[in-house]
Each structure stands twice: as structure tokens, then as C-alpha cells.
């Protein structure tokens, strides 16, 4: 427990410090970014100042968390021997034991949030002065690093601030390994280089001739077409249109097998100076959604969107974490107190309860959560007001496993001696037969996740989750579906999205079968 423990009181102390200091931690910044963009998560003050209160609520609950289980790791005597020997045979099960090692390391990935991924620099030297955007809050222009014209007071471009920087050598840039938001960072379309073979145009790499969109460019970093052209077997065939350096249409013509036939220019100068223009040699063009190109810097390509595959996962994985350390937590509390107390009261409280647990579970879950996700407006709509709706439904399951331990174990001599000795019910019920049920909820721990991030894909796959400036990874597997001639996004989203659970599952398998008491009470 203590490093969990160690884990949550570090968490908590970066949220503070970054909201005191004005600084965005890896993941700590989550939980006043929430807050103050979420219009009911915040409330104003008196004074005209805006109070986070779900931030520094969710901070103190870190702490407070985080410091009990370090001082519980302290002072709670030696590890129960019947949990050591659980915890050897967990580790016995390779398959459930490697998982939960890739689980971790993926949820520490994670973790590490704009470190990773993201279109801010984690560092710029500029005039021999070091800046760290990536971890600001607000906007950093391009002004700020002495790009000017229109796009001054525009959100600082380091990508193109690193390219000049380089190209001049004033400065250094420090992009994140994929340099890319999950979303709301539109790139421009890619291109790959073609190469020529007896007159005829091949992709790089490729044994079969060209069919496409073809252009040379201006700038092949900005995108910047100079002259397009179509092309059939390797050969310019059809319409070709070019454009002046301000992206102005200049030229149009047609080619038919290799030959031009008609062409028309009406820019500036002349068309022998037009088509003389420096730029780069012929390329494929690839519109998006483009096939993954590591050249390029897209290695699962890109969606229809224009973002990139990688980080758009990325972004997925880290919605499905942070649903998952919310929503267990409230379901699991709601859950085991309802269920424990249902057992133990039993008589007219355990009545009423089952009935109206009756009626929800018959409730068609999914239409349901349908309804209530269109009945929210589209300004309110989040990762909180989805989780909230999914807990209202989701801590019935575990109630009556619950409800049937406490029945079990309420008339059992160690409840009668609680009793004698005066404990009361909250005392009875949370600490000494809620222990008594940890293999219960241990076990339905993966489980639940597994149904979380399930139910999370399905809202987003039918477009009643959450909102499209967050990344999930069943709103990419419907524009996968929606473009089945780009096969790497349904392929991309399908492998990370069943390896996941496939993981969760040997999990949830190897803490069954390490806690299964008929297993191990033969005698050697």
C-alpha cells in the first residue's frame, strides 16, 4: 500500500502547487483543467474570483488518501500471511502476472500526459533564454518567439518555430516524442516521394505504378502545392491545376497519357516563370485519412479529421485511465455499502432496496444512458457527466454479492463478539466484515473495468458520449467503419482496444484463481 499511497500524496501535491504556481503538471492538471472548464464543477466568489471546488476537492481526497495508506503501510504490522501466500501464487500465473505489469506501465504512460504527446514544446531556447510551454497554462503566441505578420497573436506554431529555428541556428526546440495533440490539431495533408522507372512514376518502395493525386510543392513541410496533377499507371492523366506561392489557382491544364494536351495560366509573369518556380520533385499526395507514414512522422497515419492515429490512441487510453479511477472508486463505495447494509439489516430496508434494484437493472441500460447523454446540453457534456450517468447504473451488480456475504456473516461468533463488546454498525460493517469480502471485490475489480471501457466505446462508437474534442477510441473506430478504404484506423483501433481488455481479462483470471480457496486446501 505504501507506494500506491506515495503515488496519490505526489499526485495531490503536484495538482496544488500547479494551481497555486500557475504550472500544468503531467496528469495533476487534470483536475483544476476539469474544474474550470466544466461550468458546474467551479462557482464564483464574492470577490468576482472563480473557486475550483472540484479541484481542490479531488486534491484533498489525493492527500488525504495517499497519506492514510502510507501511514496504514506504517503502522499496520506485518503482512497477513494468508495475503502473502495469495501474492505468490498471483505471481505464479505468468500470464495474469506480465499483464498487470503492462497494465501499469501503460497506466505510467499515460500518466505522463503532454510529456508524450502534444504540439507544445517541452522546451525552446530562444535569444539564449530557456521557456517550457508545454507546462503553462494559457496561450504562448507566436509572437512570443518573434514570428510575425497575421498569425502573430495566433497560438505559437513550434513545429514550424523549430524547422526555423534549426534552419538558422538561434535556437533549440524540444518537441514531446509525437509532437501532436490528440485532437483539435488538423494537419495538413501528407506526401510521400515518388520515384520514376522508364518513364513511369512508382511510390517509393512500391513495385506497382502510381494512380493518384500527384503534385510538386512550394513547401512540402506547409503543404504548399505548386502544380497538381492526376495520375494513371504512373503517367499524368487528366486535369492538372497549379498554384502561385499565396496559394492563388494560376494554372489549369489536361494531360492525356504522359502528353499534355491543353494548358491556361493567368498569374503574374509568365508560364515558362510559373512552372520555373523552385520546389520539390513529384510526390504522391495523400489526403486524409493518409496510411501510416513514419517518414512523415504519422506512424499509424492519420483519421479523416486530419489527426494523428498515434496520438489520437494516446489520448483514448488516457480518457479510459481516468474514467476508471474515478468511476470505480464511487461505484464500489455506493455498491458495497448498499449491499452490505441490505444484508445485514435484512426485513423491510432490504425489501424496498431490491425492488428498486429490480426495476433499473430492467431498464434497457444502453438506451437509457442514450436518453439521459441527449438530454444534457452540448456545453455541459464531459468525462464527468457521462461517468455520472453510467454510475447511476453502474453499482447494482455487485449488491447482491454483497448483500449475500453480510447475510452470511452477520450471525457468525466474530459479529456477536463486535457486538458484545460495543461496536457499532459502521464499525461492524467496514471493519470486520467488509474485510471478510475483499477476495469478493478484488476479484470483480478487472471485470468492471473491462465493462467500463466497453460501455465507454459504445456511447462514443454511436456518438452519445463524450464530446469531440476528446479523444475516444470508439469515435475512431467509427470513422474506421466510415472509411473502409483507410483499413489502418479500424485495424489500429481494434488491436490497442481488445489487447487492452484481453489484459484486463488475464488479470481478472490469475486474482480468481490465485484467491480460490479449494484450490490450495489439500493437504501435501
Known amino acids: 500500500m505504501r507506494i500506491p499511497g506515495l503515488i496519490?500524496?505526489?499526485?495531490?501535491?503536484?495538482?496544488?502547487?500547479?494551481?497555486?504556481?500557475?504550472?500544468?503538471?503531467?496528469?495533476?492538471?487534470?483536475?483544476f483543467a476539469t474544474s474550470h472548464d466544466v461550468p458546474w464543477l467551479h462557482c464564483h466568489l464574492s470577490n468576482g474570483r472563480e473557486l475550483p471546488w472540484f479541484g481542490w476537492l479531488s486534491t484533498a481526497l489525493l492527500l488525504a488518501g495517499g497519506l492514510w495508506l502510507v501511514l496504514r503501510s506504517w503502522l499496520g504490522g506485518p503482512r497477513n500471511p494468508v495475503t502473502a501466500q495469495r501474492i505468490r501464487r498471483f505471481r505464479a500465473i505468468k500470464r495474469g502476472y506480465f499483464s498487470l505489469i503492462i497494465?501499469?506501465?501503460?497506466?505510467?504512460?499515460?500518466?505522463?500526459?503532454?510529456?508524450?504527446?502534444?504540439?507544445?514544446?517541452?522546451?525552446?531556447?530562444?535569444?539564449?533564454?530557456?521557456?517550457?510551454?508545454?507546462?503553462?497554462p494559457g496561450t504562448v503566441k507566436n509572437a512570443d518567439y518573434g514570428m510575425g505578420g497575421e498569425l502573430a497573436e495566433a497560438p505559437a506554431d513550434f513545429r514550424e518555430l523549430k524547422r526555423r529555428l534549426e534552419a538558422s541556428g538561434s535556437g533549440r526546440v524540444i518537441l514531446p516524442?509525437?509532437?501532436?495533440?490528440?485532437?483539435?490539431?488538423?494537419?495538413?495533408?501528407?506526401?510521400?516521394g515518388l520515384v520514376q522507372r522508364d518513364g513511369v512514376y512508382y511510390e517509393a518502395g512500391g513495385s506497382s505504378p502510381f494512380s493518384g493525386m500527384a503534385a510538386t510543392y512550394h513547401d512540402v513541410e506547409k503543404s504548399l502545392i505548386h502544380v497538381r496533377y492526376s495520375m494513371r499507371n504512373g503517367l499524368r492523366s487528366g486535369p492538372v491545376d497549379?498554384?502561385?506561392?499565396?496559394?492563388?489557382?494560376?494554372?489549369?491544364?489536361?494531360?492525356?497519357?504522359?502528353?499534355?494536351?491543353?494548358?491556361?495560366?493567368?498569374?503574374?509573369?509568365?508560364?515558362?516563370?510559373?512552372?520555373?518556380?523552385?520546389?520539390?520533385?513529384?510526390?504522391?499526395?495523400?489526403?486524409?485519412?493518409?496510411?501510416?507514414?513514419?517518414e512523415a512522422g504519422n506512424w499509424l497515419g492519420t483519421t479523416s479529421q486530419g489527426y494523428d492515429v498515434l496520438?489520437?490512441?494516446?489520448?483514448?487510453?488516457?480518457?479510459?485511465?481516468?474514467?476508471?479511477?474515478?468511476?470505480?472508486?464511487?461505484?464500489?463505495?455506493?455498491?458495497?455499502?448498499?449491499?452490505?447494509?441490505?444484508?445485514f439489516f435484512g426485513g423491510w430496508f432490504d425489501l424496498v432496496i431490491q425492488r428498486l434494484i429490480e426495476i433499473f437493472s430492467n431498464m434497457p441500460f444502453l438506451f437509457v444512458v442514450i436518453i439521459f447523454s441527449r438530454m444534457v446540453p452540448e456545453r455541459y457534456k464531459g468525462l464527468p457527466v457521462i461517468l455520472?450517468?453510467?454510475?447511476?447504473?453502474?453499482?447494482?451488480?455487485?449488491?447482491?454479492?454483497?448483500r449475500t456475504a453480510a447475510y452470511r456473516d452477520r450471525e457468525r461468533d466474530y459479529i456477536a463478539a463486535a457486538r458484545v463488546l460495543g461496536a457499532g454498525t459502521p464499525r461492524i460493517l467496514f471493519l470486520h466484515l467488509l474485510p471478510n469480502?475483499?477476495?469478493?471485490?478484488?476479484?470483480?475489480?478487472?471485470?468492471?473495468?473491462?465493462?467500463?471501457?466497453?460501455?465507454?466505446?459504445?456511447?462514443?462508437y454511436l456518438g452519445f458520449g463524450l464530446p469531440p474534442e476528446s479523444a475516444t477510441w470508439g469515435r475512431l473506430l467509427n470513422d474506421g467503419l466510415a472509411n473502409l478504404s483507410a483499413p489502418w484506423l479500424v485495424t489500429s483501433t481494434f488491436v490497442v482496444l481488445v489487447g487492452l481488455l484481453v489484459l484486463i481479462t488475464f488479470v481478472g483470471e490469475a486474482v480468481r484463481e490465485a484467491i480460490d480457496p479449494k484450490k490450495f486446501t489439500y493437504y501435501r
Open 177 to 192: 516524442p509525437i509532437p501532436y495533440d490528440p485532437t483539435g490539431d488538423t494537419l495538413p495533408a501528407r506526401s510521400k
Open 103 to 136: 497494465l501499469l506501465c501503460l497506466g505510467g504512460l499515460a500518466g505522463l500526459d503532454q510529456v508524450v504527446v502534444g504540439k507544445r514544446a517541452l522546451a525552446v531556447k530562444y535569444e539564449g533564454k530557456w521557456s517550457f510551454p508545454a507546462f503553462l
Open 242 to 294: 497549379g498554384y502561385d506561392p499565396d496559394g492563388s489557382a494560376v494554372y489549369s491544364g489536361d494531360y492525356k497519357y504522359g502528353e499534355l494536351v491543353s494548358e491556361r495560366f493567368n498569374g503574374t509573369g509568365t508560364k515558362a516563370q510559373f512552372l520555373a518556380l523552385p520546389g520539390s520533385a513529384l510526390r504522391a499526395v495523400k489526403y486524409h485519412p493518409a496510411p501510416p507514414m513514419p
Open 311 to 343: 496520438a489520437y490512441l494516446y489520448g483514448g487510453l488516457q480518457v479510459n485511465f481516468k474514467a476508471a479511477l474515478i468511476y470505480l472508486p464511487i461505484i464500489y463505495l455506493i455498491g458495497i455499502s448498499v449491499g452490505m447494509m441490505m444484508g
Open 8 to 31: 496519490l500524496t505526489a499526485l495531490g501535491a503536484l495538482a496544488a502547487t500547479g494551481e497555486l504556481l500557475g504550472l500544468d503538471f503531467p496528469t495533476a492538471r487534470w483536475f
Open 437 to 460: 469480502t475483499v477476495a469478493i471485490l478484488v476479484t470483480l475489480v478487472p471485470f468492471t473495468l473491462s465493462g467500463l471501457i466497453f460501455s465507454l466505446t459504445s456511447l462514443d
Open 388 to 402: 455520472t450517468i453510467l454510475i447511476v447504473f453502474g453499482w447494482m451488480g455487485m449488491t447482491f454479492l454483497m
